[in-house]
């Protein structure tokens, strides 16, 4: 096809893409001449992104600490834009949801080995002086992690751990969403009082983490999987890759928050509280929580020992990752 023949086939194309919305092609033609070129800088509005880092205190590293949880954040929003995908996929194509979830565990991946940046790339004493800026925020209200729960298992498998075995799939979404797991990490102990950071996130988001959790109450990524034909099943490269998922979310991301915090926090004597008031020691180790998204995908021994990692990984001061 020459180059003319090219041009006058694309104008046919674009006649009948535009024919339906009222107006003709000559005036889309003419808003293509109107329009400025487009640059890098509009097109992901840099200045705005750049713009967003305003830290509450003169300490450099609060800076650091900002655009930290604003990158996370992103890489939170990455893993739910797959997430939804595979629950709003009908096709039962195995190809398609392996490469949904190989992308999540890439972006974490890509979380879980930036979390050097919290551990080693802040001064503590800076730290401990601009947090009590920050009160009583605390990353532990970050809805969108809340979300990747609940698009990832049913909310059954969200209970705390002492509760768990008392629920089923037969309690009602608001009667499983009132025993979340994490509810308990920011609940004094002592009392059963809610801290401020947990009521705060209550009121913002407990309507909006009811909705997703009726809209996927039968369609998260773990039913979406048991829905699958028995011999998809059984797909070896799927079941890795979903195992992979369970341990980058349910372990390997609690871990490298447990290093911080114990590099932060942790201290002879007194440990410093965390700024929303969680009991980090209680609500972080995966071996305390044992969330797990697929639990049929593991053998007996892998659901016993989980998360056992932890007390190596945090505590064993032969470990350089953690050492001060």
Known sequence: MDKDAKIASQINKLEEKYKNSGQDLSSYLDGLLYERYLTYWDY?????????????????????FIMYHQITELYFKL??????????????????FIEKVRRI?????????????????????QFLRYRMALLPASGFQSVQYRMI???????????????????????SIEELFEHVYW???????????????????EVRYTPRLLRIANQVKDSTVYQKYLQL????????????????????????????????????????????????????????????????????????EELDTWGKQWVDHVFNPAKEEYKE
């Open 44 to 64: 992901i509005h840099l200045d705005t992104l750049l713009s967003l880092q305003i830290p509450r205190t003169h300490f450099p590293d609060e800076e650091i």
């Open 79 to 96: 893993i739910l834009h797959e997430q939804k995908q595979i629950v709003e996929d009908k096709s039962q194509d195995v190809a398609f």
């Open 105 to 125: 565990n890439s972006y974490f991946k890509a979380l879980i080995s930036s979390f050097s940046i919290m551990i080693k790339g802040m001064e503590r004493e």
């Open 149 to 171: 729960e609940f698009y990832a298992t049913p909310l059954e498998n969200m209970v705390h751990s002492s509760e768990r075995d008392s629920f089923s799939s037969e309690n």
């Open 183 to 201: 509810k308990k990490g920011a609940t004094d102990l002592e009392t059963g009082e809610k801290t401020l950071t947990l009521k705060q996130f």
């Open 229 to 300: 034909p028995e011999a998809t099943q059984c797909n070896e490269e799927l079941i890795s890759a979903l195992k992979e998922l369970d341990l980058n979310a349910n372990v390997n991301w609690p871990l490298m928050h447990m290093g911080s915090a114990h590099r932060y926090l942790a201290r002879e004597g007194k440990d410093v509280e965390a700024t929303g008031g969680t009991n980090w020691k209680d609500y972080l180790p995966p071996s305390f929580q044992k969330i797990i998204f697929f639990p049929t995908l593991h053998t007996k």
